[in-house]
């Protein structure tokens, strides 16, 4: 059995640690990355996605922080209408050198300042792909919109409880105590 083939990162920016500025970088998406982000992301559109980060190397790892800003539609989780969403999100990753595998049965323990670190080969790091996955982290999967609450009582899917023939007779039994 051979695995699935990685696609390409929608969002690729790479960067060189040996190349590091002071100033910040801004990241951009372009139509075509952003329709494919949404694509790869389920939602209906990502109208603006950028993302202004500072890069500081430590050593051969290199600490990255700033915000993402992105305006995004998705469908409401209830309605399933368009649901436009402002995001603004600090970010922060630390980019590593991969030193491979570990030990499979060795057991690891994190650190919380390790938890966001995203290994690299050679001397380059993509930090699109990183933007584009907090971006994914960002988006509230259950998000509702204005007609939610007239979806749900056309529907009855209001919280009050099991409802129909059934629930009426298994409230009788639990009653009979």
């Known amino acids: 059995m051979t695995a699935a ?3 390409a990162p929608e969002f690729p920016h790479m960067v060189d640690r040996r190349h590091l500025t002071a100033a910040p970088l801004v990241l951009r998406a372009d139509a075509a990355q952003r329709a494919a982000l949404a694509a790869r992301f389920g939602i209906v559109a990502v109208n603006r996605l950028e993302a202004t980060v500072r890069l500081i190397a430590e050593g051969e790892a290199v ?10 539609v998705q469908a409401c989780a209830v309605s399933g ?19 491979g595998p570990g030990n499979p049965d ?6 919380s300042e390790e938890l966001d670190e995203i290994p690299y080969t050679g001397t380059a790091f993509d ?24 979806v749900r009582e056309k529907f009855g899917l209001n919280d009050e409880g099991p409802k129909g023939p059934l629930a009426a007779a298994l409230a009788a039994l639990v009653k009979k105590d």
């Open 5 to 7: 083939p990685i696609p």
């Open 63 to 72: 600490n990255a922080a700033g915000t993402l800003e992105a305006d995004i």
């Open 81 to 99: 209408e368009d649901l436009p969403v402002r995001i603004r999100e600090n970010i922060a990753f630390r980019f590593v050198p991969d030193h």
């Open 106 to 111: 060795e057991e690891i323990e994190l650190e």
């Open 127 to 150: 930090l699109g792909e990183a933007i584009a996955e907090s971006l994914a982290l960002a988006i509230d999967p259950y998000a509702t919109g204005p007609e939610a609450d007239a």
